[in-house]
């Protein structure tokens, strides 16, 4: 009964997913792998999801550059980046946001895309990045 006032409250403030900070400074806390389904390819890492003209300009980079639709794509904040699990991800993008060590083979890095769209040397930057994984 309160897990479910729990979630009316967080529905009420327009939670819809939450996750701790810093579980390690819970003692005995493991937290739960993420899961990412195997049609996902590229996992954006950034602090907060891109929305209106940003959303537009990673569809225009991950389609153009990378032949990729957002179908094949997800965000995650970069906090949960060392609960990732098993997955078959091609492309890990950084953005705004310190890279972490991976396996995944292409691995980006760059600012935010407020810092990329319109500034032709960030762009250029990225680009260059793209196309080093051909």
């Given at each position: 009964?309160d897990?479910?006032?729990?979630?009316?409250?967080?529905?009420?403030?327009?939670?819809?997913?939450?996750?701790?900070?810093?579980?390690?400074r819970?003692?005995?806390?493991?937290p739960e792998s993420?899961?990412?389904?195997?049609?996902i390819?590229l996992?954006?890492?950034?602090?907060?999801l891109?929305?209106?003209?940003?959303?537009?300009?990673?569809?225009?980079v991950?389609?153009?550059?990378m032949?990729?639709?957002?179908?094949?794509?997800?965000?995650?904040?970069?906090n949960?980046?060392?609960?990732?699990?098993?997955?078959?991800?091609?492309?890990?993008?950084?953005?705004?946001?310190?890279?972490q060590s991976?396996?995944?083979?292409?691995?980006?890095?760059?600012?935010?895309?407020t810092?990329?769209?319109?500034?032709?040397?960030?762009?250029?930057?990225?680009?260059?990045?793209?196309k080093?994984?051909?």
């Amino acid at each position: 009964m309160d897990q479910i006032r729990n979630q009316a409250l967080l529905s009420e403030m327009g939670i819809e997913r939450w996750s701790l900070l810093h579980p390690d400074r819970l003692q005995g806390y493991q937290p739960e792998s993420l899961i990412i389904d195997s049609n996902i390819k590229l996992l954006f890492v950034s602090q907060a999801l891109p929305q209106g003209s940003e959303a537009l300009f990673m569809q225009k980079v991950i389609q153009g550059a990378m032949s990729l639709s957002l179908e094949y794509c997800r965000h995650i904040q970069p906090n949960q980046f060392t609960q990732l699990g098993e997955h078959n991800l091609e492309w890990v993008w950084f953005c705004g946001c310190e890279p972490q060590s991976t396996n995944i083979s292409k691995a980006l890095h760059s600012p935010l895309l407020t810092e990329i769209d319109g500034h032709n040397q960030n762009r250029r930057a990225l680009w260059e990045q793209i196309k080093s994984y051909e």
